[in-house]
């Protein structure tokens, strides 16, 4: 990207702000959202977020499926969601993450 | 004991005031335990942004104008391969849908105040805030110090992400790139993701869209991306439905649908 073009995405990304957090305080008055919506509302950003990260931990560095023991990041990822189901606390999850994800790179690469 | 009363009929009694000091400091304190942990956050953000190749300048532009980590996360990888804008805005979009359900939430606790006010505070209310003003004033309700009580959890938090992520730009362009600090953004995403699912049915749509965004990598445009939500979403409210489905037979046969 151009550097005016990333100055137009982070324009795009503050209006996507405004968007979804802004756009009921606006209309004001209560509005109960449909069971069916809020359900779409709820299952759309866990997948969104598994969409972007699911290529940086499944994918090689060609490009290709790695899901061998090679794949460092596959495996301190499967271990941060653990550590995280365990603790349920995202500073010392990123954390442990880090610290396993180094240990697996500097000890076997 | 005049009778009449002091107002005419039909004017609506005196709403209570907005501001309150005592409640201000009370949000304040309710929202000191997370300030930590919305640093932190900032800071991997911010080590992320510059780690994924955008220039201090932007990422500071980026971290004041857009105060959303997880829709900024998720912009970086996409900004990084050149995608579409009109990708990276719809990405942006879906992974904040969360807000929408929140903001109809706490909207109408403050549907009296004029108009650029209320599209501050929307701006500025991530989770935390929503989660700890809604346990403090369930109700609708007109009460004492309400924007008080909303302002203590939004100000500091807003400062303390702000400092973090900035601390971050700087640090992350000081730290060479073989530490692959910018792994800690996914593992933040992690963090994010595995709580919003909360069923069995998130669980499927989360693995479908895994799958499919993967399948799809090589798409033009990191169309995959958006290909992948849609396919697990839909999966995901398949299975919702399927189960609910299920479940109404079962208790239609066991004799009867109100006891579980």
Redesign the interface.
């Known amino acids: 990207?151009t550097e005016w073009?990333?100055?137009?995405?982070?324009?795009?990304?503050?209006?996507?702000?405004?968007?979804?957090?802004?756009?009921?305080?606006?209309?004001?008055?209560?509005?109960t959202?449909p069971k069916?919506v809020?359900?779409?509302?709820?299952?759309?950003?866990?997948?969104?977020?598994?969409?972007?990260?699911?290529?940086?931990?499944?994918?090689g560095a060609g490009?290709q499926?790695s899901l061998s023991g090679q794949n460092f990041?596959l495996i301190?990822?499967l271990a941060?969601?653990a550590y995280?189901?365990f603790r349920?606390?995202?500073?010392e999850?990123?954390i442990f993450?880090?610290l396993f994800?180094?240990v697996l790179?500097l000890s076997l690469a | 004991m005049t009778g009449t009363g002091d107002q005419p009929p039909g004017v609506p009694p005196a709403r209570p005031d907005d501001e309150d000091e005592a409640l201000w400091r009370e949000g304040v304190k309710a929202g000191i335990p997370t300030l930590?942990?919305i640093g932190?956050?900032g800071l991997?953000v911010g080590v992320a942004m510059v780690k994924s190749g955008?220039t201090i300048v932007?990422a500071l532009?980026?971290t004041l104008?857009?105060?959303?980590g997880?829709?900024?996360?998720?912009?970086l990888?996409l900004?990084a391969a050149?995608a579409p804008?009109?990708v990276?805005?719809a990405?942006?979009?879906?992974?904040?849908?969360?807000?929408?359900?929140?903001?109809?939430l706490?909207?109408?606790h403050?549907?009296h105040l004029p108009?650029l006010k209320?599209?501050l505070?929307?701006?500025t209310?991530g989770d935390m805030t929503v989660a700890l003003f809604l346990q403090r004033f369930p109700s609708?309700e007109p009460a004492r110090g309400k924007v008080s009580y909303l302002k203590g959890l939004l100000i500091p938090n807003w400062t303390s992400w702000q400092v973090g992520s900035i601390a971050g730009v700087f640090l992350g362009s000081a730290v060479p790139p073989e530490?692959?600090?910018g792994?800690?953004g996914?593992?933040?995403?992690?963090?994010?993701?595995?709580?919003?699912?909360?069923n069995k049915?998130?669980l499927c749509?989360?693995?479908?869209?895994?799958?499919?965004?993967?399948l799809a990598?090589?798409l033009p445009y990191k169309l995959?991306?958006l290909a992948?939500?849609l396919v697990?979403?839909l999966a995901?409210?398949f299975v919702?439905e399927t189960l609910e489905k299920y479940n109404i037979g079962k208790r239609a046969k066991s004799g009867g649908g109100e006891h579980d």
């Not at chain 1, 809020?38 to 994918?59: H, K, S, V, Y």
């Not at chain 1, 349920?88 to 500073?91: G, H, I, K, S, Y």
């Not at chain 2, 996914?186 to 909360?198: E, H």
């Open positions: 990207m073009e990333i100055w137009v995405t982070i324009g795009a990304l503050a209006v996507a702000t405004a968007a979804t957090r802004s756009s009921f305080w606006l209309i004001g008055h209560h509005i959202i069916r809020q359900e779409m509302l709820r299952f759309a950003p866990a997948c969104a977020l598994a969409a972007i990260i699911a290529p940086d931990l499944l994918l490009g499926l990041k301190a990822g941060a969601i995280y189901l349920r606390n995202m500073l999850t990123i993450g880090m994800f180094t790179r | 930590f942990g932190a956050w991997v955008l932007q532009g980026m104008l857009v105060f959303g997880s829709a900024q996360l998720a912009s990888p900004i050149g804008i009109w990276v805005f990405t942006a979009l879906v992974v904040n849908l969360r807000f929408v359900i929140f903001s109809a706490l909207a109408p403050f549907a108009a209320r599209f505070l929307g701006y209310a609708e530490w692959g600090l792994f800690a996914t593992l933040a995403i992690l963090c994010i993701m595995v709580p919003l699912t909360v049915a998130a749509g989360v693995l479908v869209a895994a799958a499919t965004a993967v990598y090589e995959g991306l992948a939500v697990g979403m995901a409210m919702e």
